[in-house]
């Protein structure tokens, strides 16, 4: 018992996974996936979970 509060949390962040479709930006993941990391750029300013750059969804 008690499980129905926490499945319903897994439910809405699986469905929201799914079907809202989130900004890919696929040159920058295969130049992630092939070790090419720019030198001069802060990991900060591209990480939107970073402090200052949160964009909440609407």
């Given at each position: 018992?008690?499980?129905?509060?926490?499945?319903?949390?897994?439910?809405?962040?699986a469905r929201d996974l799914k079907y809202n479709s989130q900004e890919m930006d696929l040159d920058r993941l295969?130049?992630?996936?092939?070790?090419?990391?720019?030198?001069?750029?802060?990991?900060?300013?591209?990480?939107?979970?970073?402090?200052?750059?949160?964009?909440?969804?609407?």
């Amino acid at each position: 018992m008690g499980r129905g509060r926490a499945k319903a949390k897994q439910t809405k962040v699986a469905r929201d996974l799914k079907y809202n479709s989130q900004e890919m930006d696929l040159d920058r993941l295969a130049k992630e996936l092939h070790g090419e990391d720019p030198a001069n750029k802060s990991r900060d300013d591209e990480d939107p979970f970073a402090e200052g750059n949160y964009i909440p969804r609407a």
